[in-house]
Every structure is written in structure tokens, then in C-alpha cells.
């Protein structure tokens, strides 16, 4: 049997002694939760609980804390977000925990790209739910100080409307990680990767607050782990492929002579970042690579085998675009 957290060979049914070092300080946690999720629990367990949403907003979100090697609902001092199954008129949202922690998983396996630790989690009733583990709250319960680009822009939708999260490019967030961050030579890399990552995978709604910085123990700030990483593809088929545009008020030539994002796009975007072009190309080359394991860590996942095929399809394709040549003519 696999790991419920990172899909390795497991001896019991759950988690790893790896992942329950990561997810709970080496503490001895179940996969199936005391509780029933929202849709069964016929008590008012989860009255007043209910916190932000995600997906478009269809996606509940419940706070948790560890007590006495159980997870329990809370209303302070959570430890853990849980999503569970949400609701809405999106396609396969029965398959969005399943969706977020395998694409969360990828990203930290294959791609060097930091993420909290994370796992699929069961309710008593059966049904699934994602769990991933606060990285904002520290080990005395405080919380560290965290902003997302569209505060640090000074973007809301009272100045900018409804779509204000849509209404910056790539780029511009590049410029406001040099303008805040001091070390931003080694966080621009991260932000370049984590947006290829995005684009790999069909995450079309990478958003300006799906991007955040957080000021470290030692009072430095830095790019957050990434957060949110999934597959908005397997639930809206006909969405853009990316969130933002990569440049600021326009498209490269090739964009233009293609239709679509290639390799001559991110190495540009990687050169308007300032980041070394051998770098630039380094990375790019990390996103050909490994295309039979990545397609095994997805049939190892929990997605229902037709998801898991449209999964493989829509990274394969992302990788050929990537993988396309052009040339001025």
C-alpha cells in the first residue's frame, strides 16, 4: 500500500513515518478523521466554522489543531486547513482533494518547489478531504507576518473591481520581488519556477493572492511555500491557459506566431525576471524531464482513473508546447 501523504511504499494503511514527522511532529495520527465531513455530520459540529473558499468560490475551508494525537475542528489556534468535496457547477469536484494534493506533491518532488506539508485525509463517512499543515503559524501559536502581492500592490477590488486578482502580470510581480525582497536573486528563481509550474499543469487560476511573502525567524522576507496548486483544467475545461499574462500590456512573437506559450516565452520572461539565461535554460530543461515517473506518481494518486488519464494528457501537452521551436523568420 502507498503513503496517503507522499504515495511511497507504506507498511500500515496512512501515512509514513516521514510524513507524520512533517505533518505531525512524529506524532502517531490517523487517515480517517473522528468526525463526519459537512455533507453527513448530522450534528452542529460545524456550525460557525466554515472559513474562506477557494476554487471560484465553491470550496470550503475548515481550521484544525492536533489534541491528543487527534485532529478537531476549531474555531482559534488552528494547526491545519482541511478542504473537503466542494460543491458548485465545476466539473469533477469530487475530485479536487485528490487534484491538489497530487499536483501539490509533484511540485515538491519533482520540481524543487517548497510546499507545506500535505496529505489526502478520510472522514468517517468515507469521503475524502485534502489536509495540509499552516505554514503562517509558528511552534509558540503566534503567526508569522505574511502579505500577498495583490496587498503589497495595493490592488483590491474596491480600486480595481471584481476581477482585481486577475489584473496584474507575472512580470509585475517579478518587479515588486526585487522592489521588497532583499535577496530576491534566489526568490525570483523560485517565482520563475513555481509560475512554469503552473503552466505544466494547468493551474489557470494562479492568481496575484496565490502568491504571498512571509518574514522569516531570522526577519528577512521571502516568498511563502506555494499554496493552492492544482489542476483547474480537470474542473473548468475552457478556462485561459494561465491566470495572468506573462508580460505586461503584451505577447512575445512567438506567442503570436503560435497561439500558446513555449520555451522561447519562459526564457524570455525568465531574462526579464534577471535571471541568468543558463539558469533560465536549467530550469526549463528540469520541466522535460522525468515525464514516465511524473505519469507514475499520477496513476498512483487518488484521482479516479478517467481523471488520472485527463491529468497525463493535459502535463503531456503542456510539456510538447514547451518542448516547441520557433524562430524568426
Not at 78 to 105: C, R, S, W
Not at 238 to 244: S, V
Request: net charge neutral; proline share 3%.
Amino acid at each position: 500500500m502507498i503513503c496517503f501523504g507522499c504515495f511511497k511504499e507504506n507498511e500500515v494503511e496512512g501515512y509514513c513515518k516521514k510524513c507524520l514527522k512533517e505533518l505531525f511532529d512524529g506524532k502517531r495520527v490517523d487517515h480517517v478523521l473522528p468526525f463526519n465531513s459537512p455533507f453527513k455530520e448530522e450534528s452542529n459540529l460545524y456550525t460557525n466554522l466554515t472559513t474562506k473558499m477557494s476554487i471560484s468560490g465553491v470550496q470550503m475551508k475548515y481550521s484544525l489543531k492536533l489534541e491528543d494525537g487527534k485532529l478537531i475542528l476549531t474555531e482559534k489556534d488552528g494547526q491545519y486547513i482541511l478542504k473537503p468535496l466542494p460543491v458548485g457547477q465545476f466539473k469533477n469536484l469530487d475530485q479536487a482533494p485528490a487534484n491538489e494534493h497530487l499536483t501539490m506533491q509533484l511540485a515538491k518532488q519533482f520540481f524543487k518547489i517548497t510546499v507545506p506539508a500535505n496529505a489526502i485525509i478520510f472522514f468517517q463517512d468515507g469521503s475524502p478531504a485534502y489536509l495540509v499543515r499552516r505554514f503562517d503559524v509558528k511552534l509558540d501559536g503566534s503567526k508569522y507576518q505574511q502579505e500577498d502581492f495583490a496587498q503589497i500592490a495595493q490592488v483590491t477590488e474596491v480600486t480595481h473591481g471584481k476581477n482585481y486578482k486577475y489584473d496584474l502580470a507575472y512580470e509585475e510581480i517579478g518587479t515588486l520581488i526585487k522592489q521588497h525582497i532583499p535577496t530576491y536573486k534566489v526568490e525570483v528563481e523560485k517565482f520563475f519556477r513555481l509560475v512554469l509550474f503552473n503552466y505544466i499543469f494547468s493551474n489557470g487560476d494562479a492568481h496575484v493572492k496565490n502568491f504571498s511573502v512571509i518574514q522569516s525567524d531570522s526577519g528577512d522576507y521571502i516568498l511563502t511555500p506555494a499554496y493552492d496548486l492544482l489542476s483547474t483544467r480537470i474542473h473548468t475545461p475552457n478556462e485561459n491557459d494561465m491566470a495572468l499574462m506573462l508580460f505586461k500590456d503584451r505577447f512575445s512573437e512567438a506567442y503570436d506566431a503560435i497561439g500558446f506559450y513555449t520555451e522561447y516565452d519562459f526564457l524570455l520572461f525568465g531574462k526579464t525576471l534577471g535571471i541568468l539565461e543558463r539558469r533560465v535554460k536549467k530550469i526549463i530543461d528540469e520541466f522535460k524531464e522525468n515525464q514516465e515517473d511524473i505519469s507514475s506518481m499520477i496513476d498512483s494518486s487518488f484521482l479516479k482513473n478517467e481523471v488520472k488519464v485527463s491529468y497525463k494528457e493535459f502535463y503531456h501537452d503542456r510539456v510538447k508546447r514547451l518542448k516547441m521551436e520557433w524562430k524568426k523568420s
